[in-house]
């Protein structure tokens, strides 16, 4: 079981379960579960059966994000967020900190691929075919000669941009099957830094951006961006073109103010972008504003 396996199992309907066992209050037998996540429908006087795969699925993605006990009756082991941003931040906290004896641990390795294959040619991200971009990546994996089972294929995508999205790690385009921009996850991962740091100060770069590779391991300095740097052999001279663009972004948006002070030697500098309007080229503190602040 694993999320890109459950194809079917999408955040919403895995939140959808989730849900409705916390308003329960108890677990539910099987059918139970069944009968108000997949009602009977009827086309005239004949009844349409229940669509199985997508319950099963949904149930198995659940499963391996360890939100729910294996068997029946339907149990839950965690408790229920009650917006879907929050189930958003339960569901990147437990891939994040997954091992590689759990299936979804190779959901976020993915993602650092991106974020380094961006930073060594962002051009060659923006391709139509898929089953080449799949084959890179799966490249990237090594595994026994006599083993067959690839690590990643083109079943996979589909699930894998719909997770990684929903995560708010980047979105699919025309131009592409997915682009990476973690703009949103760094904000609410920068806020949560802020929160035990203190807002309203201006805080070290290099502080800040330790502790973030620790809640992002697939960004810069994580676990995972480490694990994939070593396995492609490419390594970013410079704060990766992916966490540059967004720290930026942040930046122009007044999320966050990053400040450079003249040519001091403790500065991070950012990858190079001629189209960016801030003109930073790195950055020495930042002060994460807060969500209070910017309504004013």
């Known amino acids: 079981m694993s999320l890109l396996t459950d194809t079917?199992?999408?955040?919403?309907?895995?939140?959808?379960?989730?849900?409705?066992?916390?308003?329960?209050?108890?677990p539910l037998p099987l059918e139970t579960?069944?009968?108000?996540?997949?009602?009977?429908?009827?086309?005239?006087?004949?009844?349409?059966p229940r669509p199985k795969d997508a319950f099963g699925q949904t149930l198995g993605a659940a499963r391996s994000l360890n939100l729910i006990e294996d068997g029946t009756p339907i149990t839950l082991k965690?408790?229920?967020?009650?917006?879907?941003?929050?189930?958003?931040?339960?569901?990147?906290r437990h891939l994040s900190n997954s091992t590689d004896e759990d299936a979804n641990s190779v959901v976020l390795k993915v993602y650092a691929w991106f974020v380094l294959r961006a930073d060594r040619h962002a051009a060659g991200l923006h391709?139509?075919?898929?089953?080449?971009?799949?084959?890179?990546?799966?490249?990237?994996?090594?595994?026994?000669?006599?083993?067959?089972?690839?690590?990643?294929?083109?079943?996979?995508?589909?699930?894998?941009v719909r997770w990684v999205s929903f995560l708010g790690l980047g979105m699919e385009l025309p131009s592409t099957p997915f682009f990476p921009s973690p703009v949103e996850r760094v904000l609410r991962e920068l806020r949560g830094i802020a929160g035990k740091m203190e807002f309203d100060r201006n805080l070290?770069?290099?502080?800040?951006?330790?502790?973030?590779?620790?809640?992002?391991?697939?960004?810069?300095?994580?676990?995972?961006?480490s694990e994939m740097s070593e396995r492609t052999g490419w390594r970013p001279k410079t704060v990766s073109r992916v966490l540059s663009s967004a720290l930026r972004e942040l930046h122009q948006e007044g999320e966050i103010?990053?400040?450079?002070?003249?040519?001091?030697?403790?500065r991070v500098h950012f990858a190079n972008d001629p189209n960016d309007l801030t003109r930073l080229t790195g950055a020495d503190s930042i002060l994460i504003v807060q969500e209070a602040q910017r309504a004013l």
């Not at 595994?143 to 083109?154: G, K, L, M, S």
């Not at 070290?204 to 995972?224: A, I, N, T, W």
Request: overall charge negative; some cysteine; glycine content about 6%.
């Open 257 to 266: 103010r990053l400040t450079a002070l003249g040519d001091s030697a403790e």
């Open 8 to 26: 079917q199992g999408s955040p919403n309907r895995v939140f959808g379960l989730l849900r409705l066992l916390s308003e329960a209050g108890a």
């Open 127 to 160: 391709r139509t075919v898929r089953d080449e971009l799949v084959a890179e990546i799966d490249r990237a994996f090594s595994r026994p000669d006599d083993q067959e089972a690839r690590t990643f294929n083109t079943t996979k995508l589909a699930p894998w």
């Open 78 to 92: 965690v408790e229920v967020p009650s917006t879907i941003q929050e189930f958003a931040d339960l569901v990147h």
């Open 33 to 48: 579960v069944i009968c108000w996540l997949t009602p009977r429908n009827k086309i005239g006087n004949a009844e349409v």
């Open 204 to 225: 070290d770069f290099r502080e800040v951006q330790k502790e973030l590779s620790k809640r992002m391991p697939y960004l810069d300095g994580g676990d995972l961006f």
